[in-house]
């Protein structure tokens, strides 16, 4: 009788826990850092023997609670991480780039549509040099012309600032997720194996890891207890209880640098400081590519009008300017009567015409075209390596989900079944009680 009633009495426990832990599982199943968990269940029975003349004695106890387990495969992890870092790279490059395709569309006022609009008015004005209209539009030509510059330059410097902005941003989060993480580790030092608080330790471990790898691609290694160590570049960002401090500065181009508590370090190859860094060089080179094609601007107006004289046989005088970089460009003179139309001695237009001539290659045009064209490139390239990520990630994702996700069909079925087997455990009880009253009544 003894035996029947610490089976059923073990049991009930057992299924018990076992039903809180299908009930966590349950209310958890829309968490994505929450990992399914499970009761590991053994064998109760108790061997033994007080004297050696004596056959072995067993003492069945039915079954016992081992501990709490996780449904977890560290390389299915480790693969989400890696995926996801990549992921991250690619969507913050492209959504960078984009950003600088659109200061360079300057909103469908681009410098190449001015400087095709103010070629293609020289023509015009080459065919009626005298017409005063035509003359005061050629100079608001070069004016907007300018003025596309400026726009442009302001708001490359603004999106600069903006990226810089949000890597101070991504470099404060990774802060915190190795805070965070060297707290778990040594929280995770003092836990008990097997016990639900060590498998929530284990799930904020795991979060904090995520945040960490979508910020850069540190190397990972896990110790005793799951105590996570993480490095990068050869510095430790995270042991025990010894979070780094990572930290940005900004270059003198507009990029910027990362360095591990005051040390500096590469760039990441991996996670959205990767994509930013990325992002930052690529408008620190579309920034040169402006400031060389606005010098060439001014330059190629002031050469063309240097080469004619004005209707009052005056050489021509410089109609544009730039002190600096390309937000600098300035107008010299609004007055028609300053244009140099004429060549020399020569034909009222003859000047005019020859302003064709800075079209082809070489000129500020045909620059501007071939800028717009190596940044679109780069940008569908981008595009093309986010697409290529997200697929990736997403069957890495579904992997791992697989395997730790909550199911709630598969946690359904486990909820009637550990009902029915403690009501099973219940009836092994009654049964003994039953059984045990009818002995003592027949005394």
Known sequence: MNDLFAI????????????????????????????????????????????????????????????????????????????????????????????????????????????????????????????????????????????????????????????????????????????????????????????????????????????????????????????????????????????????????????????????AVAAPSDGALAGLSTSAQTLVLRQQNLETQAQTYVDDINAWQAAGETDAGAAGGPLLSMSGDASTIAVLSEDSADLALAAPGGAANGNILALASYRGPGGSEQAWTTLVGNHAIGLNAARGAEEAATAFHANTSRARDDVSRVDLDREAADLIRLQQAYSAAARVIQVARETTQSVLNIF
């Open 8 to 263: 059923g009495q073990g049991a009930l426990k057992a299924f018990t826990h076992s039903l809180a832990t299908v009930s966590q599982n349950i209310s958890n199943a829309e968490n994505p850092d929450y990992v399914r968990r499970s009761t590991q269940l053994a064998d109760a029975t108790l061997t033994g023997r007080t004297n050696p003349l004596y056959t072995t004695s067993k003492e069945h106890n039915g079954v016992r609670i081992v501990g709490i387990a996780r449904s977890a495969d560290e390389f299915l992890e480790a693969s989400v991480r890696q995926s996801g870092s990549a992921l991250i790279r690619t969507e913050v490059t492209a959504q960078w780039l984009g950003a600088i395709e659109s200061d360079l569309g300057n909103g469908g006022q681009d410098v190449g549509g001015k400087l095709t609009q103010l070629f293609s008015r020289g023509e015009q004005l080459a065919a009626a040099p005298f017409d005063n209209a035509l003359r005061q539009t050629f100079m608001a030509d070069i004016q907007e012309t300018a003025d596309a510059f400026k726009r442009t330059s302001q708001s490359l410097t603004l999106t600069s600032d903006l990226i810089y902005q949000s890597a101070e941003q991504e470099t404060a989060k990774l802060n915190t997720a190795m805070s965070q993480l060297a707290e778990v580790n040594f929280q995770l030092l003092k836990s008990r194996d097997g016990t639900a608080s060590q498998a929530s330790l284990l799930d904020q471990r795991d979060t904090a890891l995520a945040v960490i790898t979508e910020q850069l691609n540190g190397e990972i290694s896990f110790g005793d207890k799951g105590v996570a160590s993480v490095t990068y570049a050869g510095q430790p960002l995270v042991t025990v209880n010894n979070p780094a401090t990572a930290s940005i500065s900004r270059n003198a181009d507009g990029s910027f640098a990362l360095a591990i508590d005051g040390s």
